[in-house]
């Protein structure tokens, strides 16, 4: 069984941005956009949405040195030029931005996962979009690394991949709500299967499974 990493965050982005919300920044007169991106060093530096659209810096910010190939982000820019909307290819302001956790799925065995813990956790949001699922939650932690988890156990001759969201507190007590964003590749997965199921168990949706048509 493959072990979860312990989540590990860095944080580059103003505290206010991770509430996730527009109408939880104060009113400016610029226009933002605020997406989940994968960074790629080449053929140039360079924002990859999940729907492909690539995000060219308008200008080299000594920040992005900080930055790894294929490092997943959650970004807040501003469009630059003139370009037209829903083009492959576009130019940004960056206004700020920061590292999220990145992960892939994992193929398990039902005996393996019956024996993971499945502590609930809060969910905010949940999508899929390109090769990831992504998630947005929050922990109730206090002194202790919490570890999360996307696992699955494959099953090829069925339409539906079934995926699982597994949480581990580690014996935490309650303290404070963190809240992150979460991005799993389910890229090596997705061509054998036509839907996705996701089920987690939350303290809000109660044990849930969402479902997503693969593209």
Known sequence: MR???????VVLLLSLLWGGCEEEFPYN??????????????PEPQFVLDNGVALIPESRLAALSLLSDDDRCLLLYEYAGDDAAGEKRREIKINSYARIYCDSAYAITE??????PD??????????EGDFVNI??????????????LFYIPEISNDTLK???????RGDLPGYLDS???SYSIERQKAN???????????????KSFIFPLE
């Open 3 to 9: 072990r979860v990493r312990v989540v590990s965050v």
């Open 163 to 169: 995926m699982e969201l597994r949480h581990d507190k």
């Open 119 to 128: 502590d609930p956790l809060v969910l905010t949001s949940i999508w899929q």
């Open 193 to 207: 299967y036509r839907v996705i199921s996701v089920r987690l168990n939350s303290s809000n949706y109660g044990e």
């Open 111 to 116: 005996q393996e996962l019956s024996r993971m």
């Open 180 to 182: 992150d964003y979460f």
């Open 136 to 149: 947005r939650l929050s922990l109730d932690v206090n002194s202790c690394s919490h570890t999360v988890g």
């Open 29 to 42: 007169d610029w226009e933002y956009q605020m997406d989940l991106a994968t960074f790629k060093t080449m």
